[in-house]
Nanobody, 127 residues
Framework: QVQLVESGGGSVQAGDSLGLSCVGS????????MAWFRRAPGKEREFVAL????????HYADSVKGRFTISRDNAKNTLFLRMNSLKPEETAVYFC????????????????????WGQGTQVTVSS
């Protein structure tokens, strides 16, 4: 079992930066790929970024590529998301999630493959 708690959300202006954190409990955090998803008002949950369990590879949604950076510190069971040049349309609840499999070589962008979710943290970007 993995329990996840996000923090770092808030209200910013368009063009600003914000960092999110996700602390995991349980002994398998460092064995699982991790991802960030978001859900904007009235929209479906959307993939944002993922990172391999080892931290050696990452993958981003096209919409955030070059502006967002996902990273992890396995020694501290912590996942990060650095968001730069934020846009108003990126206002959403941001969730961290842990892969249902351990040591997955090819983590996916599908929410259904992530068994463990945080409660979400609100990010509001004003124009």
């Amino acid at each position: 079992q993995v329990q996840l708690v996000e923090s770092g959300g808030g209200s910013v202006q368009a063009g600003d930066s914000l960092g999110l954190s996700c602390v995991g409990s349980g002994s398998t955090f460092n064995q699982r790929a991790m991802a960030w998803f978001r859900r904007a008002p009235g929209k479906e949950r959307e993939f944002v970024a993922l990172i391999h369990w080892s931290g050696t590879s990452t993958h981003y949604a096209d919409s955030v590529k070059g502006r967002f950076t996902i990273s992890r510190d396995n020694a501290k069971n912590t996942l990060f998301l650095r968001m730069n040049s934020l846009k108003p349309e990126e206002t959403a609840v941001y969730f961290c999630a842990a892969d249902g499999k351990t040591y997955a070589d090819w983590p996916t962008v599908r929410p259904v493959d992530y068994n463990y979710w945080g409660q979400g943290t609100q990010v509001t970007v004003s124009s």
